[in-house]
């Protein structure tokens, strides 16, 4: 496979080949590759878990197992005025 680099890519590259820590282009793209794989799998995950803490608040509501937003910023004010010194 032959790609086209932007300039600043192709220097990140070279940059990274000369720290001594990769040999060559193909390693430093095969770690790239391998952190950006990472970094999905994670957000996946993190999309995941956050829909389901969605479902889990929307289930509260319909229940009727909620704070009014005013006692919740009082106990919140309160709490922070605990907290301070």
Known sequence: MNIQLKA???QFIQTRIATGRYENAEDVI??????????EKGYQEWEEETHKKI????????RGDVTDGEV???????KLDM???
Do not use: C, H, N
């Not at 095969?30 to 970094?39: D, F, H, P, R």
């Open 8 to 10: 600043e890519y192709e």
């Open 83 to 85: 907290d301070t010194f």
């Open 55 to 62: 479902a889990v608040g929307l289930a509260s509501i319909e």
């Open 30 to 39: 095969a770690k790239v590759l391998k952190l950006l794989e990472e970094w």
């Open 72 to 78: 919740f910023m009082a106990r919140l004010s309160e």
